[in-house]
């Protein structure tokens, strides 16, 4: 079934002076064309703004760190990134998510500066102007003249909904996809208002493919692309749907991949109480806040840790749910053209991501709304295209300027929280202060140049978690570190009263029994830690220290065999390895060693303490 939209009446008409809501249901406006340099100049300085925008609010970001959360894990601990290593990148899930194409520009970087911030920081920034410029181009296609044109990639740049995108050298993967995305939505929509549509599939295409390789939510498009046909059409051709089979079939693939990988790393495990009803009450609570955020951005946290007990705004939010989808399918009836496409636009692009199948920590994420919160910002600035023809004055103007303004300095400070782990988890502790991964992370930032805040953060998270061991086992291997083998003992031990299989309890308690002198109990528990996980890194390294320690030389190199399989890119074990080598009278092999850990050393002072060990 489909409904027609009626054309919009010339202005002067005494039928044309209709509400507003009616305009932004039943309105259709031309394609835009453009003649002429002034056309141009004036695109131009329509766009100029909301570039100067992304620049004033996430310029500062040049000058910030990485912070720890997950960006170690994608970058500075990434061995496809610091040895660039392309099979790894591309065969290699980081996290359980198959993003390669934005590790790849990880790896670029990395052959670049190293783990200097300022470039991974810088580049975020410019693939953001890329994105809004891409949106403000399509929003001219889709029905914007420039000035709201203007307004929809303003919004877009600098709202602090964006902000985790940009600032988090991690979400590169949102720049990275929202570039593909937006420029495959482009290239469509002017395919199919050019009526040579057919020519341009194998760029869409491929564009799809690269914005896919890059996040796994671009497998929206298709969805926006039938979206985008209702706004042009005013209906639904249903043999237009089908015809997108081939961009389905690769959304149905890719996602299927994607639940896969997240399983397969134990994303997926269910770390709530929650049932079916919960989680689709955790989901509808999402959709409701993403909606109510584009319009009044309250409270904003990188991380909105699960409630013990759900509350009751989100049960109530079913309702909110429910009556979005009722809108949009009175609105699809009746030939509500552009709420409808606004709302349908948002709300493909978020379905996907509302931790209905719980994956991550948090039930809500700022940066999952970096594409669909473009349908509702079309609707904004598609409404206040319709108002400012009627209404007379420039009052409406400084109204939306004052506006953004408020959101372009909530998004200022809201990006300052990114400077480092130090700032971020203190603005998480602050939003949710019975957040134990607040603390637990703020004191794993400390912990080098602070010790003692360090100690107090890990206290806090212990008081605030007391189910599990990991923060027990953080604030013990402090205690390690400090000399301070006894309080570590003891909070390994009571860490494995909480939780009993977490390995590295054991891994770590062997080796403060080690430091004592008590081997055997050294030796049981590192071999418990190893048995409850076969591949834990850390138990390999302390087993092999305590096997050399003990004369077992043959078992401690076979430990070392082991790790530099795993992790031959640690100039240090070649080192360790080699000069053990020597210690047993295998001269050329730990020679060998030796020479594989001078190339490998990060700085020349390295590497020649390295050739100095080296027997004359």
């Known amino acids: 079934m489909s409904t027609k939209t009626r054309s919009k009446l010339p202005k002067g008409s005494t039928t044309a002076r209709v509400r507003v809501g009616r305009e932004l249901g039943r309105a259709t406006v031309a394609p835009h064309k453009t003649g002429g340099s002034a056309d141009a100049a004036a695109e131009w300085a329509y766009l100029a703004v909301p570039l100067a925008l992304v620049l004033l609010v996430f310029g500062q970001t040049v000058g910030f760190e990485f912070v720890n959360w997950d960006d170690d894990v994608n970058i500075l601990e990434n061995r496809g990134v610091l040895n660039a290593d392309w099979r790894s990148i591309w065969t290699e899930t980081v996290i359980g998510n198959y993003n390669p194409l934005s590790i790849s520009t990880f790896a670029v970087e990395y052959g670049l500066v190293g783990a200097e911030a300022w470039l991974y920081h810088l580049d975020n920034v410019l693939l953001h102007g890329v994105c809004t410029a891409l949106v403000y181009s399509l929003g001219r296609r889709l029905r914007l003249e420039p000035l709201a044109a203007g307004l929809l990639a303003a919004l877009f740049a600098i709202h602090p909904m964006r902000v985790e995108s940009v600032a988090w050298v991690t979400e590169r993967k949102d720049v990275l996809f929202g570039a593909f995305y937006f420029a495959a939505l482009l290239l469509y929509e002017r395919g199919r208002q050019?009526?040579?549509?057919?020519?341009?599939?194998?760029?869409?295409?491929?564009?799809?493919?690269?914005?896919?390789?890059?996040?796994?939510?671009?497998?929206?498009?298709p969805l926006t692309l039938v979206c985008l046909d209702y706004l042009r059409q005013g209906e639904t051709r249903w043999r237009e749907v089908l015809a997108k089979a081939p961009y389905f079939a690769m959304s149905i693939a890719v996602?299927?991949?994607?639940?896969?990988?997240?399983?397969?790393?134990?994303?997926?495990d269910e770390t709530t109480t929650y049932g079916l009803v919960d989680r689709l009450a955790i989901g509808a609570y999402a959709y409701a806040v993403y909606i109510v955020k584009a319009v009044v951005p309250y409270v904003h946290s990188p991380l909105y840790p699960y409630p013990s007990v759900l509350p009751m705004q989100a049960y109530l939010s079913l309702g909110v749910a429910a009556a979005a989808l009722g809108l949009l399918v009175v609105g699809w009836r009746k030939g509500w053209v552009a709420v409808t496409f606004g709302l349908s636009l948002f709300s493909v692009n978020v379905v996907f991501v509302l931790q209905v199948l719980g994956a991550g920590q948090g039930y809500l994420a700022d940066r999952f709304t970096y594409v669909g919160y473009v349908g509702l910002f079309w609707l904004m600035a598609y409404g206040f295209q319709q108002l400012q023809s009627r209404l007379p004055g420039a009052g409406l103007r400084v109204g939306v300027g004052v506006y953004l303004l408020l959101l372009t300095a909530l998004a200022f400070r809201q990006t300052r929280i990114w400077r480092n782990g130090d700032t971020l988890w203190a603005h998480v502790a602050e939003v949710f202060p019975?957040?134990?991964?607040?603390?637990?992370?703020?004191?794993?930032?400390?912990?080098?140049?602070?010790?003692?805040?360090?100690?107090?953060?890990?206290?806090?998270?212990?008081?605030?978690?007391?189910?599990?061991?990991?923060?027990?086992?953080?604030?013990g291997k402090l205690h390690f570190d400090q000399g301070r083998t006894a309080e570590a003992i003891a909070d390994y031990t009571t860490g494995i009263a909480r939780e009993p299989t977490l390995a590295?309890?054991?891994?770590?308690?062997?080796?403060?029994?080690?430091?004592?002198?008590?081997?055997?109990?050294?030796?049981?528990?590192?071999?418990?830690?190893?048995?409850?996980?076969?591949?834990?890194?850390?138990?390999?390294?302390?087993?092999?220290?305590?096997?050399?320690?003990?004369?077992?030389?043959?078992?401690?190199?076979?430990?070392?065999?082991?790790?530099?399989?795993?992790?031959?890119?640690?100039?240090?074990?070649?080192?360790?390895?080699?000069?053990?080598?020597?210690?047993?009278?295998?001269?050329a092999d730990g020679r060998a060693d030796i020479a594989t850990a001078v190339r490998r050393a990060p700085d020349q002072a390295t590497a020649q303490r390295y050739r100095e060990s080296l027997p004359k």
């Not at 996602?255 to 997926?268: M, N, P, T, W």
């Not at 065999?561 to 053990?580: F, K, N, Q, V």
Request: proline share 2%; glycine share 10%; aromatic share 12%.
């Open 504 to 587: 590295e309890l054991y891994v770590n308690r062997g080796a403060a029994y080690a430091k004592t002198g008590d081997f055997p109990a050294a030796d049981r528990d590192i071999a418990k830690g190893l048995a409850l996980e076969p591949e834990n890194f850390n138990g390999y390294l302390n087993r092999s220290l305590l096997y050399y320690t003990t004369g077992r030389t043959n078992e401690a190199l076979g430990d070392y065999d082991w790790m530099l399989r795993a992790r031959p890119e640690r100039h240090d074990l070649w080192y360790e390895r080699g000069t053990i080598l020597l210690s047993v009278g295998r001269t």
């Open 434 to 475: 019975n957040t134990a991964t607040a603390y637990g992370n703020r004191a794993q930032w400390l912990r080098e140049d602070d010790p003692e805040r360090a100690m107090a953060m890990f206290t806090l998270a212990i008081d605030a978690d007391l189910e599990k061991g990991s923060y027990l086992n953080s604030r």
């Open 194 to 221: 050019s009526g040579r549509e057919a020519s341009w599939h194998w760029g869409v295409a491929a564009l799809f493919a690269l914005a896919l390789l890059s996040k796994i939510q671009a497998v929206s498009l």
């Open 255 to 268: 996602g299927a991949l994607g639940v896969y990988f997240l399983g397969r790393d134990g994303s997926l």
